[in-house]
């Protein structure tokens, strides 16, 4: 059986998911970001005991066919921004149809619908959530991140950064002030 949860971003999060079902005797055969494979099928009585348990831990059990496509997007594109080690250089909607098969118009409606944003708002937000993590490391220039995150410049990028966050790269880094967000935030 399987279930769908929101806010799964981090490999952490799959350790406390795998944990608290094992918890409660359950035997997950898989877990991923925003996904768990049970051996098992469950009942509702079993989803509601899970649900209820994974709340403390800011997760949440999707139901929903809309919600869960949703959360799938978010996650492809929370994989493929913070935990891919090569340069972004890559067609958003050619991969997020090819990670959920299904046609981009569907899911950009779907999406847009139930977040009620843009997957491309979504995307440049996580982008930005990574430049300020690179900054914030400073192990790389300015110039290196914005070609990491497939910009076509430095300066692309600095607007970018500064229509999101009101502030520019170069500011955010010399203020180090930790405005950084956790993914399921942005």
Excluded: W
Excluded at 53 to 59: A, C, Q, V
């Amino acid at each position: 059986m399987e279930l769908h949860i929101k806010n799964m971003v981090c490999n952490r999060c799959k350790m406390v998911v795998k944990a608290e079902l094992e918890k409660l005797g359950f035997k997950p055969l898989l877990v991923e970001l925003g996904e768990v494979t049970l051996a098992e099928n469950i009942t509702s009585e079993d989803k509601t005991r899970i649900a209820e348990s994974l709340i403390p831990y800011g997760f949440e059990l999707l139901e929903d066919k809309k919600t869960q496509i949703a959360e799938q997007i978010k996650t492809a594109i929370i994989n493929l921004v913070h935990y891919t080690k090569e340069p972004l250089k890559i067609n958003l909607s050619a991969y997020l149809s090819d990670q959920l098969k299904q046609e981009y118009a569907n899911l950009s409606s779907t999406f847009s619908e139930m977040e009620n944003q843009t997957i491309e708002k979504y995307f440049i937000a996580q982008k930005i959530e990574k430049a300020k993590e690179m900054l914030t490391y400073g192990e790389l220039t300015l110039s290196e991140i914005a070609y990491q995150l497939n910009y076509s410049s430095v300066a692309h990028l600095s607007a970018q950064f500064k229509k999101v966050t009101g502030i520019t790269p170069s500011a955010y880094k010399a203020a180090s002030a930790d405005s950084r967000k956790t993914l399921d935030e942005v």
